[in-house]
């Protein structure tokens, strides 16, 4: 059985039993994982470069399901078919997400579900996905090798969201972990010792100072 990392795992345990394609799959683990333990019956792998996508092949090949995924050699979700229902995009930087995403908008039409873990850029990534036709209905924080991530599990529908949560990740804010309250009040400490710099651009100084506010009105 395979090992997931933390991180994988959290994706793991968010993932509807649907079909579903794992874009940027790398080493295939999760779709395996998520096959060999019957969480979905189908699934779909993409890698677009060369070395990764045999790479990929060759560990699905060596699995015990490795007919029930179909590895796709394509960009995002260009050649993604009608029938997925879920679409995992993870370990990738938001604007290639959101790109990624975009270029190929009409295949979402037919997607229920949108499993996403970006390195940064939070709020942007829920607001361009909630822009798309979804709204958040799971999120996770977690800590692992000392990294922070928000997974987030967007439905199709809509919901109003304001910008703090676009910021703070709707239902984190609502839960508010231990682990939550840590990363902001660590970002806090951040903020208020670059305000101390004398040289701050003014532009900057009132961004980071507007940061601050609203983390001191969250926590
Ligand atoms: C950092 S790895 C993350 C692997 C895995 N998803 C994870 O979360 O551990 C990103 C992977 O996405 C692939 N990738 C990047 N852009 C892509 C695109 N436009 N379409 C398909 N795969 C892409 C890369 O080749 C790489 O294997």
């Given at each position: 059985?395979?090992?997931?990392?933390?991180?994988?795992?959290?994706?793991?345990?968010?993932?509807?039993?649907?079909?579903?394609?794992?874009?940027?799959?790398?080493?295939?683990?999760?779709?395996?994982?998520?096959?060999?333990?019957?969480?979905?019956?189908?699934?779909?792998a993409?890698?677009?470069?060369?070395?990764?996508?045999?790479?990929?092949?060759?560990?699905?090949?060596?699995?015990?399901?490795?007919?029930?995924?179909?590895?796709?050699?394509?960009?995002?979700i260009?050649?993604?078919?009608?029938e997925?229902?879920?679409?995992?995009?993870?370990?990738?930087?938001?604007?290639?997400?959101?790109?990624?995403?975009?270029?190929?908008?009409?295949?979402?039409?037919?997607?229920?579900?949108?499993?996403?873990?970006?390195?940064?850029?939070?709020?942007?990534?829920?607001?361009?996905?909630?822009?798309?036709?979804?709204?958040?209905?799971?999120?996770?924080?977690?800590?692992?090798?000392?990294?922070?991530?928000?997974?987030?599990?967007?439905?199709?529908?809509?919901?109003?969201?304001s910008?703090?949560?676009?910021?703070?990740?709707?239902?984190?804010?609502?839960?508010?972990?231990?682990?939550?309250?840590?990363?902001?009040?660590?970002?806090?400490?951040?903020?208020i010792?670059?305000?101390?710099?004398?040289?701050?651009p003014?532009?900057?100084?009132?961004?980071?100072?507007?940061?601050?506010?609203?983390?001191?009105?969250?926590?």
């Amino acid at each position: 059985m395979i090992h997931l990392s933390k991180r994988l795992n959290t994706i793991y345990n968010l993932t509807p039993n649907d079909i579903a394609i794992d874009v940027g799959a790398d080493h295939g683990q999760l779709i395996i994982s998520l096959i060999e333990n019957n969480v979905i019956e189908r699934g779909y792998a993409v890698e677009n470069k060369k070395g990764p996508y045999e790479r990929m092949v060759k560990a699905i090949n060596a699995s015990k399901v490795k007919d029930k995924i179909t590895p796709i050699f394509a960009s995002g979700i260009s050649k993604m078919p009608k029938e997925v229902k879920t679409v995992i995009i993870a370990g990738m930087g938001g604007p290639l997400i959101i790109k990624i995403l975009k270029d190929d908008i009409d295949k979402l039409n037919h997607v229920d579900h949108l499993l996403i873990d970006s390195h940064g850029a939070f709020s942007f990534v829920r607001k361009e996905i909630t822009d798309l036709g979804f709204y958040i209905d799971k999120e996770e924080i977690l800590k692992e090798d000392d990294i922070i991530y928000e997974i987030m599990r967007f439905k199709k529908g809509h919901c109003d969201y304001s910008d703090d949560d676009y910021f703070f990740g709707p239902l984190l804010r609502k839960e508010k972990t231990s682990l939550f309250i840590q990363k902001w009040a660590k970002r806090k400490e951040e903020i208020i010792s670059l305000l101390r710099k004398e040289n701050l651009p003014e532009m900057r100084r009132n961004e980071l100072s507007e940061e601050l506010e609203r983390i001191e009105k969250e926590l």
